[in-house]
């Protein structure tokens, strides 16, 4: 015990001597300097650790249509000043832009036939945020399919039959007017609506208008006689 008692003490003032002969060859300036650089050192690894975790706000996407007929569309939405917006076109990364003063930004892309799922994430100093909301959007250029059952081309009505049951199919999600009224439609574009007839010749117009507003359209005459 006594043994390491001494030792420790010749080590210290061995220490002691050392700093001595330190300030003595290289002046107080030197020990100072060393200090501040091995303090800047500790404080540039704690500013670094900080950066890493240092969290990034994804962007948020403004609304959009579930379908279009132009293959050429407008995407736009919200971020950061001054960061990078990447765009995210089925997974794919399809281009890249910086933000406005005001966060905003702006592409104009061609999107593909069918559906198309749009996303973007916000990029600084090389790394990503998440992905922001998630847009859907389904490109048709082909009018939808429409089939007028009933009644038929020239057909005659007369006395109580003033009404005409007008039927027919298309596809699904179209929405269907008789004469500028909102027809009946279910699921499988099954349709339906009582048109009201008056003396004489009727005309009938049927049109089918899908979610990308693609539209079809059929004309029929019908006479009513009372």
């Known amino acids: 015990m006594e043994q390491r008692t001494k030792k420790n003490l010749a080590l210290n003032i061995l220490g002691i001597f050392l700093i001595i002969l ?3 060859k290289f002046g107080i300036p030197f020990l100072v300097n060393l200090s501040l650089f091995l303090s800047g050192q500790k404080n540039n690894q704690v500013q670094t650790v900080i950066q890493d975790t240092t969290f990034i706000a994804p962007p948020v996407l403004d609304s959009f249509p579930e379908a279009t007929s132009s293959a050429n569309v407008v995407i736009s939405g919200i971020a950061s000043k001054d960061q990078t917006v990447n765009l995210y076109i089925n997974g794919n990364l399809t281009d890249n832009i910086k933000t406005k003063d005001d966060g905003k930004f702006v592409f104009k892309e061609t999107i593909s036939p069918g559906d198309n799922t749009i996303q973007t994430k916000a ?3 090389g790394k990503e945020s998440d992905f922001s909301n998630t847009i859907v959007t389904t490109l048709k250029s082909a ?8 009644p038929s081309d020239g057909q005659s009505f007369s006395k109580d039959q003033n ?3 007008v039927t027919g199919t298309t596809d699904p999600d179209v929405k269907v007017t ?4 909102w027809a009946i439609t279910d699921s499988g574009g099954n349709f339906s609506y009582d048109l ?3 003396n004489g010749d009727n ?6 208008i899908d979610l990308a507003g693609n539209k079809t359209e059929k004309t029929i005459k019908v006479n009513y006689s009372s």
């Open 203 to 208: 005309t009938i117009k049927v049109d089918a």
């Open 163 to 165: 009404t005409a049951n």
């Open 178 to 181: 008789v004469n500028g009224f």
């Open 143 to 150: 009018p939808p399919s429409l089939n007028v059952i009933s």
């Open 123 to 125: 990029a600084v100093n």
């Open 22 to 24: 330190l300030v003595l």
């Open 196 to 198: 009201p007839l008056q």
